[in-house]
Nanobody
Framework: QLVESGGGLVQAGGSLRLSCAASGSIFSIGAMTWYRQAPGKQRDFVATITNGGNTNYADSVKGRFTVSRDNDKNTVYLQMNSLKVEDTAVYYC??????????WGQGTQVTVSS
């Protein structure tokens, strides 16, 4: 019910834009959040945006990543600039509805080469 896209291979210093679209069966979307998981590591918080547009970022991505959303399209974006090798991970989107339901995307691989 969540479809992610935009991952790929990029050189350090480059940019990528991830998208996560929620299907029309998901209503009353609240917070939309990005997480990432590097090989052998736990899944970590990256960025979140509330339905009011408030944002919060992990310290490691502040100033480089920007989260945004299009409520008409039920889509959340993650613009990633100045990418570093340590940003390499599978990126997952997560959506909470106002009613408390929780959805995860399938993940999209981001690989940053040196």
């Amino acid at each position: 019910q969540l479809v992610e896209s935009g991952g790929g291979l990029v050189q350090a210093g480059g940019s990528l834009r991830l998208s996560c679209a929620a299907s029309g069966s998901i209503f009353s979307i609240g917070a939309m959040t990005w997480y990432r998981q590097a090989p052998g590591k736990q899944r970590d918080f990256v960025a979140t945006i509330t339905n009011g547009g408030n944002t919060n970022y992990a310290d490691s991505v502040k100033g480089r990543f920007t989260v945004s959303r299009d409520n008409d399209k039920n889509t959340v974006y993650l613009q990633m600039n100045s990418l570093k090798v340590e940003d390499t991970a599978v990126y997952y989107c997560n959506i909470f509805t106002v009613g408390g339901r929780n959805y995860w995307g399938q993940g999209t691989q981001v690989t940053v080469s040196s």
